[in-house]
Every structure is written in structure tokens, then in C-alpha cells.
């Protein structure tokens, strides 16, 4: 069964540091997709980076790298540099080849000034 | 390019009555999906919809129900309006070209049944 987790519902960080959200899944198939999405207190879900599970490169966005790890399984998020506008919710997702995506329950970060 | 569109963005609606979403993808997405968001259950996948055909659709009752239309516009459907369907519905598209699973969202509507 798909399965996404994350562990920590809620995280603090200093401003201008760095954090990792950390995302773990579970798949049988060997094509996929793996997502992050910035959830502000508006409700829009903000596309943050994307990794595809034949990608041999970790996906790197601008202050946001996903550090891909395929035999842990595991697929974290790493901001840098954190900013006072990056407190909110993310979420991890995945997406197979079924075109089914299935999210996270969610880390809900707090950046402190 | 504009981003994805949902209509209306806000709604209000009573126990029994239906209700019809409507989704807007980024042009030349052809891939729509729809996303039920409440604070218990988090965010469910609903149902996937690519050139006007259902490919797959979430663990939801038949009282959900959506669409896609030749422009690759999409509706979803709530019949009979429980309480338990207030939430944000999220709609996202996908280019879904050979290998890219990336997604945008829209901006949701948020429905309230009383």
C-alpha cells in the first residue's frame, strides 16, 4: 500500500538557519514522483521541488533541496537560510504511475526571529 | 501562464443540497486532479481525470462525482451534502508529459455545508 510519513508535526527554527522536514514512503512501484508543498494560512498549496524516482541528481530549488536517499526510502526537505515567510505547513507527497497522489499528514514550521 | 483556477472559492451550502466545483487547469495541462482537505482526515485524493477520462479515483462514496471537458476544464459534483463534507477542495493540474508528475494547485474552494 502507498504510505507517506511524516514524523514531525511541528518544527522551530532560528531565522536564517537551516532546517530538514523529513519525509519517509513506501512503494512497490518503481516509477514515481516525490513532492514537497509550502501550505500558508491562505490554503494555497505553493509547488516547492519535485523528484523523480529515476533521477540521479537531488532536486535543488533555490533555498530548497530535497535530499533523496532511494534505498531508505526516504525523501527530506531541506530549507536554507530560513525566512520569517516560511512558517507553514508541508507537505511530502508522492505520485505512482496509478496517477494517484497521496500526501503526508504534515510538518507545520514555525521560523522564530 | 496563468496558474490554476478554481470557482467559486467560497461556498455555503445546506444539508441534502448538491454542489458543482469547477476547475480551470494551467493551458496546456491536460491532467486534473481533485483533493478533499479537512482537518482530520488531512488531504485525500479524490479522483484523476487526462483527456476526459477517469483514471483512477479515491476511497470516496458515489455522492462524489466529477468531469473533464474536451478543453480540459473540470467540475466535481457533491450530491446530498453531509456536515462531513465542509472542507477545502483542492484541484491541481499536471502537464503530463512522458515521465514529469509535477502538479500545481489551485487556490481551493472552501465549502461549508450546514
Known amino acids: 500500500a502507498q504510505k507517506i510519513t511524516q514524523t514531525q508535526p511541528g518544527m522551530f527554527v532560528q531565522e536564517k538557519e537551516a532546517v530538514t522536514l523529513d519525509c519517509t514512503y513506501d512503494?512497490?512501484?518503481?516509477?514515481?514522483?516525490l513532492f514537497w508543498y509550502k501550505q500558508p494560512s491562505s490554503g494555497e498549496m505553493i509547488f516547492l521541488i519535485y523528484?523523480?524516482?529515476?533521477?540521479?541528481q537531488n532536486a535543488t530549488e533555490g533555498r530548497y533541496s530535497l535530499n533523496f536517499q532511494k534505498a531508505r526510502k526516504s525523501a527530506n526537505l531541506v530549507i536554507s537560510a530560513s525566512q520569517l515567510g516560511d512558517s507553514a505547513m508541508y507537505f511530502c507527497a508522492m505520485r505512482e504511475g496509478d496517477f494517484k497522489t497521496i500526501f503526508g499528514a504534515g510538518t507545520r514550521l514555525f521560523v522564530k526571529a | 501562464k496563468a496558474g490554476v483556477t478554481q470557482t467559486p472559492r467560497y461556498l455555503i451550502k445546506t444539508r441534502g443540497q448538491q454542489v458543482t466545483l469547477s476547475c480551470s487547469p494551467i493551458?496546456?495541462?491536460?491532467?486534473v486532479s481533485w483533493y478533499q482537505q479537512t482537518p482530520g482526515q488531512g488531504l485525500q485524493f479524490l479522483f484523476e481525470?487526462?483527456?476526459?477520462?477517469?483514471?483512477n479515483k479515491g476511497n470516496f462514496p458515489g455522492r462524489f462525482s466529477g468531469r473533464q471537458f474536451s478543453n480540459s476544464r473540470s467540475e466535481m459534483n457533491v450530491s446530498t451534502l453531509e456536515l462531513g463534507d465542509s472542507a477545502l477542495y483542492l484541484c491541481?493540474?499536471?502537464?503530463?508529459?512522458?515521465?514529469?508528475?509535477?502538479?500545481?494547485f489551485g487556490p481551493g474552494t472552501r465549502l461549508t455545508v450546514t
Open positions: 481525470y487526462f483527456s476526459e477520462t477517469q483514471r
Open positions: 523528484q523523480g524516482s529515476y533521477d540521479q
Open positions: 512503494t512497490s512501484d518503481p516509477s514515481y514522483g
Open positions: 491541481a493540474s499536471s502537464p503530463f508529459w512522458e515521465g514529469s508528475y509535477e502538479q500545481y
Open positions: 493551458s496546456g495541462h491536460r491532467s
